[in-house]
């Protein structure tokens, strides 16, 4: 394999897996960690990655999650209409699993008036759904994500594994298409 091809097979492999660290570059293409950092410089300079601490990012990939008041008002009628869609779904005397983020949150003002049973990792969730009559609402507990305000640790984790739910709305951050 010579020099750039390698590095459009770095790239192709970024591109899908969003990142990776040096040292899992050099071990799948069997060259040292010195030519990885070469080469990540190489396509950083073409716009083809960006070098991140320890490794390399897809281009316009970011690190964590948007900090949730940013994200309230983005997108507000997608959400709602994604929402409406995923509560139709949703009969009555089921047991739900809602994901964190705003447009569970949107799902959740749907759901209000269902008799259901709802876990949820996202304490705005909880907060509005425990104000409904008809909805009883379970969260894991522990500590509370600064960012994402929903709990994220592994206890968490643990906690909903042993939920049995009939329907789950998971969520994944914004991506963006156009980056």
């Known amino acids: 394999m010579t020099a750039d091809e390698r590095r459009r097979a770095i790239a192709r492999y970024i591109a899908e897996h969003g990142e990776a660290d040096v040292q899992t570059l050099a071990e799948r293409f069997r060259v040292s960690s010195m030519t990885i950092r070469r080469?990540?410089?190489?396509?950083a300079g073409e716009n083809k990655i960006a070098v991140t601490?320890?490794?390399?990012?897809?281009?316009?990939?970011?690190?964590?999650?948007?900090?949730?008041?940013?994200?309230?008002?983005?997108?507000?009628?997608k959400k709602r209409a994604i929402a409406r869609v995923a509560a139709s779904l949703v009969p009555?005397?089921?047991?739900?699993?809602?994901?964190?983020?705003?447009?569970?949150?949107?799902?959740?003002?749907?759901l209000?008036?269902?008799?259901?049973?709802?876990?949820?990792?996202?304490?705005?969730?909880?907060l509005l759904l425990s104000q409904s009559p008809t909805v009883r609402v379970f969260t894991?507990?522990?500590?509370?994500?600064?960012?994402?305000?929903?709990h994220t640790a592994i206890s968490a984790v643990r906690y909903l594994s042993r939920v049995n739910a009939s329907f789950a709305f998971v969520c994944s951050a914004v991506w963006d298409a156009a980056k």
């Open 53 to 77: 601490r320890g490794g390399a990012a897809f281009v316009g990939y970011r690190y964590g999650e948007p900090a949730r008041n940013n994200k309230v008002a983005a997108n507000l009628d």
């Open 92 to 110: 009555d005397d089921a047991c739900v699993l809602l994901d964190a983020g705003t447009t569970m949150l949107e799902l959740a003002k749907f």
């Open 140 to 150: 894991p507990g522990g500590e509370v994500d600064r960012d994402s305000q929903a």
């Open 112 to 126: 209000f008036h269902k008799q259901l049973v709802v876990v949820t990792v996202d304490v705005h969730i909880a």
């Open 39 to 43: 080469d990540r410089l190489v396509l």
